[in-house]
């Protein structure tokens, strides 16, 4: 089992950024891929990012590429978000996730691929 637990979310204005991290406990999480999911009030919870489980390979939804950058500390079990040119859209909580499934390009970004959640945190950007 891994525990992860988000925080680094607030309140930002448009154009600001912000940083999440992710820090897991009871496995290391490099034995996980892991994600960044996010969802906003009546809406589906969506996919955000992912990185492979060295690092060396990311993954991000086509509407935040660009501005938000996915990395991990695997030494400090933790996992980060840096938010760049924040968005009213990007408004939404956002959940952190791990998966122990091989990368597969058809699935890679839905919810059932990953088997441990967050709680999350709420990010909220004021326009």
């Known amino acids: 089992q891994v525990q992860l637990v988000e925080s680094g979310g607030g309140l930002v204005q448009a154009g600001g950024s912000l940083r999440l991290s992710c820090a897991a406990s009871g496995r290391t999480i490099s034995s996980y891929a892991m994600g960044w999911f996010r969802q906003a009030p009546g809406k589906e919870r969506e996919f955000v990012a992912r990185i492979s489980r060295g690092g060396g390979a990311t993954y991000y939804a086509d509407s935040v590429k660009g501005r938000f950058t996915i990395s991990r500390d695997n030494a400090k079990n933790t996992v980060y978000l840096q938010m760049n040119s924040l968005k009213p859209e990007d408004t939404a909580v956002y959940y952190c996730?791990?998966?122990?499934?091989?990368?597969?390009?058809?699935?890679?970004?839905?919810?059932?691929?990953?088997?441990?959640w967050g709680q999350g945190t709420q990010v909220t950007v004021s326009s």
């Open positions: 996730a791990a998966s122990s499934s091989s990368y597969s390009s058809g699935t890679y970004y839905t919810p059932g691929e990953y088997h441990f």
